[in-house]
Antibody
């Protein structure tokens, strides 16, 4: 049974960097069948896919168009986890952030989700 | 505004059948598989239907999914009070090269 455990601060100041981590148990971040995703949810924007990292002989990343210029998703094989960084945050980045696992490269379903982290961007 | 269009709300009485639509385009639903999620307040979304019509283990057969052209639909038969939740459709968009979600439908069991 795959479990995803999120960690990171719930409050970030405007213009700073949002950083979250998703620790994986029951699977490995380098599983060649899986992709490791970040998704956020806010009342104004609904569910929004931010991007993913995955391993297929080498590491790849895909990012959503809305945050592509500000986002980095990195795997950490030594700790079996992956992380999200969003730079230059504004109050519009306030949302519940989820990590999620899927299989396959083209919309494999998100079968496993983290517990969610409410991140508020405020001074 | 979401790329996939869902009605913001739906309702039904216990035992009824309810259908929730999800409208997309030729770059997403028409050529890719559709997944459905439901979400209770304060919890993460949970996979309900995948690959247009497949049910994960543990999901009752009261839930069914279908797809035709640029639209997909989730049907719930034998409506129960515990089905009251938010429902989201999702697929891949080839033009955006990413996963997209519908805006969500809040289902109320009257």
């Amino acid at each position: 049974q795959v479990q995803l455990q999120q960690s990171g601060p719930g409050l970030v100041k405007p213009s700073q960097t949002l950083s979250l981590t998703c620790a994986i148990s029951g699977d490995t971040v380098s599983n060649i069948s899986a992709t490791w995703n970040w998704i956020r949810q806010s009342p104004s924007r609904g569910l929004e896919w931010l991007g993913r990292t995955y391993y297929r002989s080498k590491w790849y990343n895909d990012y959503g168009v809305s945050v592509k210029s500000r986002i980095t998703i990195n795997p950490d094989t030594s700790k079996n986890q992956f992380s999200l960084q969003v730079n230059s945050v504004t109050p519009e980045d306030t949302a519940v952030y989820y990590c999620a696992r899927s299989e396959g490269l083209v919309n494999g379903p998100f079968e496993y989700w983290g517990q969610g982290t409410l991140v508020t961007v405020s001074s | 505004q979401s790329v996939l269009t869902q009605p913001p709300s739906a309702s039904g009485t216990p035992g009824q059948r309810v259908a929730i639509s999800c409208s997309g385009s030729s770059s997403n639903i028409e050529i890719n598989r559709v997944n459905w999620y439901h979400q209770l307040p304060g919890t993460a979304p949970k996979l309900l239907i995948y690959d247009n019509h497949q049910r994960p283990s543990g999901v009752p057969d009261r839930f069914s999914g279908s797809k035709s052209g640029t639209s997909a639909s989730l049907a719930i038969s034998g409506l129960q009070s515990e089905d009251e939740a938010d429902y989201y459709c999702s697929t891949w968009d080839d033009s955006l090269h990413g996963v997209i979600f519908g805006g969500g439908t809040k289902l109320t069991v009257l």
